[in-house]
């Protein structure tokens, strides 16, 4: 399983654009990049995920480089309720999860 | 609405007395996964069950077993639970992608 690296912690404002980037250099050829949201006492949500270029839903937006080494996470607009941690995957079906970001939003 | 549930949501046993935590889903996933997660730490995958095959981690310790008896039915078999074995057990489910979904969990304490 290739091994990630992201920010421990990030702070921001309501309303802001959130933008966390997750380095993942051994990547394989088969493996996807997944983004997780985990709440205090809850299990991790499923947020995004990429094989290569840019791919958006109504939560957030993932941008991967062409040589997919490393991707970003895009929170538009975040608000109170988006403190979290994050948890950016690389693999197929089974997945390991590093250590997370933790983002911290302030009104 | 499919979902994944896991029952208890809240377990207490003694130091080595054996405990199960139960999982069940709606959504007929064919994976199902069991993570352990101490405080303020990632999730950790436990194993795995990909339809009927089962996927040990190696560092999975062998007090910890697992049981699939259908596709719906998940448990966690803890068979002499020690002080660090408390900790927020989380089941999940896939189609065998890496869209997992998580259940609310069980959290674990031994006395």
């Known amino acids: 399983l290739a091994k990630t690296t992201q920010p421990i912690s990030m702070d921001s404002y309501e309303g802001q654009e959130v933008n966390i980037t997750c380095s993942h250099n051994n990547i394989a050829t088969n493996d996807y990049i997944t983004w997780y949201q985990q709440f205090p006492s809850q299990g991790p949500r499923f947020i995004i995920q990429?094989?290569?270029t840019k791919v958006t839903n109504e939560v957030a937006s993932l941008f991967i480089p062409a040589d997919r080494k490393s991707s970003t996470l895009s929170l538009p607009r975040v608000s109170l309720s988006d403190t979290a941690v994050y948890y950016c995957?690389?693999?197929?079906?089974?997945?390991?999860f590093g250590a997370g970001t933790t983002v911290t939003v302030r009104a | 609405d499919a979902m994944v549930i896991q029952n208890p949501r809240y377990q207490v046993t003694q130091f080595g007395k054996p405990v199960t935590l139960s999982c069940s889903q709606t959504l007929n996933h064919n994976v199902m996964y069991w993570y352990q997660q101490k405080s303020s730490q990632a999730p950790k995958l436990l194993f795995h069950y990909y339809d009927k095959d089962f996927n040990n981690e190696a560092d999975t310790p062998d007090n910890f077993q697992s049981r699939r008896p259908n596709t719906s039915f998940c448990f966690l078999d803890i068979r002499s639970p020690g002080l660090g074995d408390a900790a927020m057990y989380l089941c999940?489910?896939?189609?065998?992608?890496?869209?997992?979904?998580f259940g609310p969990g069980t959290r674990l304490t031994v006395l």
């Open positions: 990429g094989y290569k």
């Open positions: 995957l690389v693999g197929d079906y089974k997945l390991s």
């Open positions: 999940a489910t896939s189609r065998g992608d890496n869209e997992q979904f």
